[in-house]
């Protein structure tokens, strides 16, 4: 095995890494450097990791997209589907707050959230399927 190489890398080497996260949004350098990582998208591109994987090629450098620190003003909506045994609603993006220990605010920006009609109809939704 190649020395640095996780060892699922070694495992599978046509699989293609994509990083995002909070982690990913904050040092998008640093993760592109790591060895067997393809993408590193941040909060506004990571939604979109089918499109950013059509017709990609594995690399030695990682591609990065977006990352800019400039927060995100959009909230996309997300819920649990399918055969759970607990189901989550997000309800809130992002903080308004500043702990110093925290990196929330800087990687995702103030905090939004849909109206609450729009919460109301998913909250419905869940219920429905379970």
Do not use: W
Not at 45 to 60: M, N
Not at 111 to 120: H, M
């Amino acid at each position: 095995m190649q020395a640095g190489y996780p060892k699922f890398i070694h495992q599978s080497p046509d699989a293609f890494i994509v990083v995002v996260g909070c982690y990913a949004q904050l040092r998008p350098q640093e993760i592109s450097s790591i060895p067997g990582v393809d993408l590193v998208l941040g909060i506004n591109e990571k939604f979109d990791v089918a499109r950013y994987l059509a017709g990609i090629e594995k690399k030695k450098k990682a591609e990065i997209h977006s990352c800019d620190l400039s927060g995100s003003d959009s909230f996309v909506s997300s819920y649990s589907v399918g055969d759970r045994t607990r189901s989550f609603l997000k309800i809130q993006d992002g903080c308004d707050y500043g702990c110093s220990y925290c990196t929330v605010p800087l990687a995702r920006g103030a905090s939004r959230n849909p109206a609450i009609e729009i919460l109301s109809s998913e909250a419905l939704q869940l219920l429905t399927r379970c």
